[in-house]
């Protein structure tokens, strides 16, 4: 009876054991998803806060060299800033906001909001009417916009300006229009870009640079600008002459010359000297008579 009832208080006991570390279970692996779910939100926190300050998210490679040191760390770089949009360049503005956002790891979300004290005049404006509108709510949507607004004006499709583009003065200034048109363009063909190119040319540069054959239009681009240096040179807008060449020092300035000294010619010595002769005469005369006197004595 006692052996009994020894096993049933065992067996009790036992149960009793085992409910406690069922629920013990319960509750660490509650406090493990908790704490999984508050890591979560700490690593998310920890990434917009690096997004908005401009740090890299960990375990980001970019700006680590072959080290593992970060560039950055080892060289300080000058802040960038986002120019200010008054509507003038929408396409050229558009760009440099998408590098700076990239640059400094902005979320897509937070790039509309940023960009929002970044705009003046007529563009801020046009930003305050299509949000009472309510007809923008992504940053793409945005830029979109923002490139029908305000882009240049024109009666013709870019890729037709391209087409029509010739040199007028220097290649460099032909490759500026250039490239400005072609960033308003979609993205073309580069055996286009580059027929594109070298049909607007002037003629004496134009079949020196088909000769080459170039297979890319930043070669096309250079081949031009060397020709064009070859016949500057070659007509002498490139050489230094003798005759407009500058002496290494000035010449130095002389007064003019007065009269009384300037030096003596032949022709002005002779009155000069017979002038000192009249003078001298009576008294080398009486010497002269003096001694023939002495000696005939």
């Keep these: 009876m006692a052996d009994g009832t020894r096993a049933r208080i065992m067996e009790e006991s036992i149960k009793v054991v085992q409910e406690d570390q069922k629920v013990m279970r319960q509750e660490l692996n509650a406090v493990v998803v908790a704490m999984t779910s508050l890591q979560s939100s700490i690593n998310e926190l920890i990434k917009r806060t690096e997004s908005r300050s401009g740090k890299k998210p960990i375990g980001s490679n970019r700006g680590h060299d072959s080290d593992g040191v970060g560039v950055l760390g080892r060289h300080k770089p000058a802040p960038v800033y986002l120019a200010r949009f008054n509507g003038e360049h929408a396409e050229r503005w558009v760009a440099q906001a998408n590098r700076y956002f990239e640059f400094y790891n902005i979320a897509e979300s937070d790039r509309l909001a940023i960009s929002s004290f970044y705009l003046d005049d007529a563009a801020a404006d046009w930003y305050d009417w299509l949000q009472r509108q309510k007809q923008i709510s992504t940053w793409e949507v945005f830029t979109t916009s923002l490139t029908k607004r305000f882009r240049s004006i024109d009666l013709e499709e870019p890729e037709g300006l391209l087409a029509k583009l010739v040199q007028t003065t220097t290649v460099a200034d032909y490759r500026s229009q250039f490239e400005a048109i072609s960033n308003r363009t979609i993205p ?37 600008q060397l020709h064009e240096h070859r016949i500057q040179f070659e007509r002498g807008l490139g050489r230094v002459t003798l005759g407009s060449s500058k002496p290494i020092l000035p010449t130095p300035k002389q007064p003019p010359l007065d009269a009384k000294s300037l030096p003596h010619t032949s022709a002005q010595e002779k009155p000069i000297r017979k002038s000192e002769r009249t003078k001298e005469q009576p008294k080398k005369f009486t010497d002269y008579i003096m001694c023939a006197t002495s000696d005939s004595g």
Aim: with cysteine.
């Design 188 to 224: 073309l063909p580069v055996e286009f870009l580059i027929s594109c190119w070298i049909s607007g040319l002037r003629s004496d540069i134009k079949q020196s640079v088909i000769c080459h054959q170039p297979k890319t239009l930043e070669d096309a681009m250079d081949k031009a």
